[in-house]
Structures are given as structure tokens and as C-alpha cells.
């Protein structure tokens, strides 16, 4: 981790077999989970940042272990 925080990559998403938004959005699941078939993610793009986005868990999505300090 840099001093001004984590990198994050604009690393898309998986759907249906196929990987889609790559390199310009980047989608990183929370711990957060609200029943069993959807849950909070991070959402940033170039220009913004959505930390309370909200989506079905069969996105495939990035999982980022960060360590809390």
C-alpha cells in the first residue's frame, strides 16, 4: 500500500463467461452482504468513486484482502 492508500484496478467485471468494463470500471465486493443473493461493492471509474454500490453475487467481481491498521 502507497502512503495515499490502496491502488485499485478498473479491472471489469465477469458475466456470462465474458469479461466486460475492463479497464474502465473496476468493481471490488465488500464484506458486506445483505441476504444470500446480493451484496455492497465498490464501484470507481476514471472520474468517480460509489463505496455503497449494490449488486447480485453472481457478478463477477474483484475480492481485494485488505488488512484494517
Known amino acids: 500500500m502507497s502512503s495515499s492508500g490502496p491502488a485499485f484496478v478498473l479491472s471489469g467485471y465477469r458475466y456470462g463467461g465474458s469479461i466486460l468494463a475492463?479497464?474502465?470500471?473496476?468493481?471490488?465486493?465488500?464484506?458486506?452482504?445483505?441476504?444470500?443473493?446480493?451484496?455492497?461493492?465498490?464501484?470507481?471509474?476514471?472520474s468517480s468513486v460509489n463505496p455503497q454500490n449494490y449488486n447480485g453475487k453472481w457478478l463477477g467481481f474483484t475480492v481485494r484482502c485488505i488488512a484494517a491498521s
Do not use: E
Open 22 to 46: 475492463q479497464g474502465s470500471n473496476g468493481y471490488y465486493w465488500s464484506s458486506v452482504a445483505d441476504d444470500s443473493n446480493y451484496a455492497y461493492n465498490l464501484y470507481l471509474n476514471s
